[in-house]
């Protein structure tokens, strides 16, 4: 049992900033990955960013030069800073956790958040 809490979505004019924020808890042994993808309306749900246990961090090439993505391995957290947003930006973002279960290989899972609302506009 795996829970994801995010938090930080909402209305934003463009060329404004937000920070959201997702942590996980319950029974994960092990956290690999952590990051975010997006929904717009009407579109596929795609990736914006991502960080690994080694930190290295994989970005969207829409948001690579505005977005930045961090975790605390501690606290099972990761963050992302999102700046000169723009209304391209407005969707629904979904924390996304990879990680085991337990010292199985095979508990290896997918963790989805419920999303937050991001709406870019004046």
């Known amino acids: 049992q795996v829970q994801l809490v995010e938090s930080g979505g909402g209305l934003v004019q463009p060329g404004g900033s937000l920070r959201l924020s997702c942590a996980a808890s319950?029974?994960?042994?092990?956290?690999?990955?952590m990051g975010w993808y997006r929904q717009a309306p009407g579109k596929q749900r795609e990736l914006v960013a991502t960080?690994?246990?080694?930190?290295?961090?994989n970005f969207a090439e829409s948001v690579k030069d505005r977005f930045t993505i961090s975790r605390n391995n501690a606290e099972n957290t990761v963050t992302l800073q999102m700046n000169s947003l723009k209304p391209e930006d407005t969707a629904v973002y979904y924390c996304?956790?990879?990680?085991?279960?337990?010292?199985?290989?095979?508990?290896?899972?997918?963790?989805w958040g419920k999303g937050t609302l991001v709406t870019v506009s004046s």
């Open positions: 996304n956790v990879v990680g085991y279960r337990s010292q199985l290989p095979s508990s290896r899972e997918d963790y």
């Open positions: 319950g029974s994960i042994f092990r956290i690999i990955a």
């Open positions: 960080i690994n246990s080694g930190g290295g961090r």
